[in-house]
């Protein structure tokens, strides 16, 4: 599976972006699908997950209430919608897809990175 990540970029502090990733080929019936994060020097950290019908998500603590994951399967997408963006969430976020149909923090495949910057 070839997974397409888009949708980085520079904010502001407070602002919103949306990653988006799209695979391949088909995964929605098997696979969870979700993103993680990296910063220079720091090992790749968990960010968001979702399952492969959507119904169940799993967050990051420094992430939950801000950050929303969904996914399209008809479409091979998962999103990730960012809000009220603080500084320490710069880094390099790359989507993976799992695997197994719920996540369980074995990636299987991953995408190329998108940098994402909140400038204060």
């Known amino acids: 599976v070839q997974l397409q990540a888009s949708g980085g970029g520079l904010v502001q502090v407070g602002g919103s972006l949306r990653l988006s990733c799209r695979a391949s080929?088909?995964?929605?019936?098997?696979?969870?699908m979700g993103w993680y994060r990296q910063t220079p020097g720091k090992e790749r950290e968990f960010v968001a997950a979702?399952?492969?019908?959507?119904?169940?998500?799993s967050y990051a603590d420094a992430v939950k209430g801000r950050f929303t994951i969904s996914r399209d399967n008809a479409e091979n997408t998962v999103y990730l919608q960012m809000n009220s963006l603080k500084p320490e969430d710069t880094a390099v976020y790359y989507c993976f897809v799992d695997l197994r149909a719920m996540y369980s923090g074995s990636p299987r495949s991953w995408g190329q990175g998108t940098q994402v910057t909140v400038s204060s």
């Open positions: 979702v399952n492969w019908s959507g119904g169940t998500k």
């Open positions: 080929r088909r995964t929605g019936s098997n696979n969870a």
